[in-house]
């Protein structure tokens, strides 16, 4: 099965529809699939119920979507820095489904384990839990969250070969493994391929069994909020 290819624009042909759901990793701007989110835009598809952390900046990453209104619904824990967004869901264009981090990410996980639900402390007796299933066990409450799962999912990794296998770096691994897994089909970004058999098996974060279609990319890296230290003169 040939999974490398050429683009962006390549790898989601015949992939996109109106109304799909994405998965799509990163944290912050750390390991966001750049070229897949810019295909994206580029590919008209709008009613996006987006799966992401957080939904980028103004002007990049997950923003732009928001900018050319392909996105009704986000289902994420956090979403400062981008004031589109900020706009949209207060004057009731879009959707917001907000999750805990840690239960947003255990969601991803389970769906992409084959688990339907699950039960968490987290929530419990906040707006998080309003109209959610809650039980007790051994005297604590516990409110149910179902698992995720995703048309597509869109990911970031640092190192693939060529049958998907795939190496992620430092903190851009974030949610990308997870998401990996949770995709009806997954897309991947790396910036390097290697032939298959380079990598050693014991480094490799996830299988190429999860892998549908993967592209070599470019990147920014824009850095969300630059902070540096004041230069001490002699």
Not at 129 to 149: D, N, P
Not at 160 to 182: E, I
Request: glycine share 12%; charged share 25%.
């Amino acid at each position: 099965m040939r999974k490398i290819f050429p683009d962006a624009a390549a790898a989601l042909e015949g992939l996109t529809f109106d109304g799909m759901t994405i998965m799509s990793g990163g944290f912050g701007l750390c390991g966001i699939p750049e070229n897949l989110i810019a295909a994206l835009k580029g590919s008209g598809v709008k009613g996006l119920t987006v799966i992401s952390n957080n939904a980028g900046v103004d002007g990049f990453g997950l923003g732009q979507l928001l900018e050319t209104r392909q996105i009704a619904r986000m289902i994420s824990s956090y979403v400062g820095e981008n004031k589109e967004f900020e706009r949209q869901y207060l004057a009731g264009e879009l959707q917001l489904e907000f999750n805990p981090q840690g239960t947003l990410a255990e969601r991803i996980r389970a769906g992409g384990a084959g688990i339907p639900a699950f039960f968490t402390a987290t929530g419990v007796g906040t707006l998080v839990a309003e109209g959610k299933e809650v039980r007790e066990f051994e005297g604590r409450k516990y409110v149910m969250e179902t698992g995720l799962v995703a048309d597509l999912a869109i990911v970031k990794a640092w190192k693939a070969d060529a049958a998907g296998n795939l190496v992620f770096r430092k903190s851009a691994r974030n949610f990308n493994p997870m998401m990996a897994t949770a995709g009806k089909v997954t897309v991947v970004e790396v910036e390097h391929i290697v032939p298959t058999g380079t990598l050693d098996p014991d480094h490799i974060h996830t299988p190429g069994i999860y892998v549908d279609r993967l592209i070599l990319g470019t990147f920014e890296k824009r850095i969300e909020q630059r902070t540096v230290r004041q230069r001490v003169e002699a």
